[in-house]
């Protein structure tokens, strides 16, 4: 079983004297700004001037500079930008400015794992990431709570690493709910895993496949987005707080019972499979090359991919349908 640490395991005080840098002030980047600062912490931002990014950092009381200047003032430099343009940012910004004894933090670990970054040897390179997105870390955080939250140290060049990354971790409230440790590969390799054939890959495709089937039987596109889509929620929800057995007894026995014999046969062996082929080409690399080229040659097949996604007839009955539920706007907001 993993390790979990609590408030009891980690220091605080160890940030005292520490300034944070924060490079990208986007929902994860502002979300854990917010609590680092409130926690006692001081805190630097970095953001594009011009960018709603910018402005929303001004709005709450920060003084954006530049991922140079950020990262030459900062002790623990944070990179919270998107993966494809973190290793452009280190390079041309946080690298001139690393010193022996610093420290670069992130909240994934995709440029680590692949080779995007290689930090200098005298440097602590650590990994706080929440499991949950900042709006809710921030949230958690104002009422006293925590999100639960992962640890790894990739390089202990001060022998401190995992102190400085459980005292971060503490700064965020992380520690109350608890902290796992984990590895740099294994949180990459089980996270893309994860958004592809399961959270993002394998539930989109889902859903589409069952509102496709539906419609080629002859039902009605806005009966078939309630039943395949809208309800997906309700399910998610009850699994979330209750576990899958939970759900299970949660919804009719019409349904458990379908849930029992026909799933299986919606997730096949073939699917299991396949399944295992996606895991490989995360774990070889396979699939970092690929994100890494598709970035670089202009995202043609990135883009037209989302179009024929906006395209499909789920989309535009979507649409139709949300206008229809106000209290999901709200949500939304």
Same mark, same amino acid.
């Given at each position: 079983?993993?390790?979990?640490?609590?408030?009891?395991?980690?220091?605080?005080?160890?940030?005292?004297?520490?300034?944070?840098?924060?490079?990208?002030?986007?929902?994860?980047?502002?979300?854990?700004?917010l609590c680092l600062r409130d926690?006692?912490?001081?805190?630097?931002?970095s953001e594009m001037e011009g960018?709603?990014?910018?402005?929303?950092?001004?709005?709450?009381?920060?003084?954006?500079?530049?991922?140079?200047?950020?990262?030459?003032?900062?002790?623990?430099?944070?990179?919270?930008?998107?993966?494809?343009?973190?290793?452009?940012?280190?390079?041309?910004?946080?690298?001139?400015?690393?010193?022996?004894?610093?420290?670069?933090?992130?909240?994934?670990?995709?440029?680590?794992?692949?080779?995007?970054?290689?930090?200098?040897?005298?440097?602590?390179?650590?990994?706080?990431?929440?499991?949950?997105?900042?709006?809710?870390?921030?949230?958690?955080?104002?009422?006293?709570?925590?999100?639960?939250?992962?640890?790894a140290i990739y390089q202990d060049?001060?022998?401190?690493?995992?102190?400085?990354?459980?005292?971060?971790?503490?700064?965020?409230?992380?520690?109350?709910?608890?902290?796992?440790?984990?590895?740099?590969?294994?949180?990459?390799?089980?996270?893309?895993?994860?958004?592809?054939?399961?959270?993002?890959?394998?539930?989109?495709?889902?859903?589409?496949?069952?509102?496709?089937?539906?419609?080629?039987?002859?039902?009605?596109?806005?009966?078939?987005?309630?039943?395949?889509?809208?309800?997906?929620?309700?399910?998610?929800?009850?699994?979330?707080?209750?576990?899958?057995?939970?759900?299970?007894?949660?919804?009719?026995?019409?349904?458990?019972?379908?849930?029992? /014999?026909?799933?299986?046969?919606?997730? /096949?062996?073939?699917?299991?499979?396949?399944?295992?082929?996606?895991?490989?080409?995360?774990?070889?690399?396979?699939?970092?090359?690929?994100?890494?080229?598709?970035?670089?040659?202009?995202?043609?097949?990135?883009?037209?991919?989302?179009?024929?996604?906006?395209?499909?007839?789920?989309?535009?009955?979507?649409?139709?349908?949300?206008?229809?539920?106000?209290?999901?706007?709200?949500?939304?907001?």
């Open positions: 079983m993993a390790k979990i640490y609590y408030d009891q395991d980690a220091d605080l005080n160890l940030l005292k004297d520490k300034t944070i840098a924060i490079i990208g002030y986007g929902i994860q980047g502002r979300g854990q700004s926690s006692g912490v001081r805190v630097v931002v960018t709603p990014n910018f402005e929303q950092a001004k709005k709450d009381g920060f003084t954006p500079v530049s991922a140079a200047e950020a990262a030459k003032a900062a002790d623990i430099i944070q990179i919270l930008t998107q993966d494809h343009v973190q290793a452009k940012v280190y390079l041309e910004s946080i690298k001139p400015n690393l010193k022996k004894g610093k420290a670069l933090c992130f909240s994934h670990g995709f440029n680590i794992r692949f080779k995007q970054i290689k930090p200098p040897k005298n440097v602590d390179v650590f990994m706080v990431a929440p499991k949950g997105p900042g709006a809710l870390v921030r949230k958690m955080y104002e009422e006293g709570k925590g999100v639960p939250s992962l640890i060049a001060t022998g401190q690493a995992k102190d400085l990354a459980l005292a971060y971790a503490k700064a965020l409230k992380a520690t109350t709910a608890g902290v796992i440790e984990t590895t740099f590969v294994e949180e990459t390799e089980t996270d893309l895993f994860g958004e592809q054939a399961v959270l993002c890959g394998g539930v989109t495709e889902l859903i589409k496949a069952g509102f496709d089937t539906l419609i080629e039987a002859g039902y009605q596109p806005e009966i078939a987005y309630f039943e395949v889509l809208h309800e997906l929620k309700l399910i998610t929800d009850l699994i979330q707080e209750r576990g899958i057995s939970g759900m299970r007894r949660g919804v009719s026995n019409t349904a458990c019972y379908g849930d029992l /014999t026909r799933g299986p046969r919606i997730i /096949t062996q073939k699917t299991r499979k396949e399944m295992q082929k996606i895991l490989k080409e995360i774990k070889s690399g396979k699939f970092a090359k690929e994100w890494i080229k598709e970035n670089e040659t202009g995202r043609k097949n990135f883009d037209s991919l989302i179009k024929a996604g906006d395209d499909h007839l789920i989309e535009k009955v979507g649409k139709q349908l949300r206008e229809m539920m106000p209290w999901m706007r709200s949500e939304r907001k």
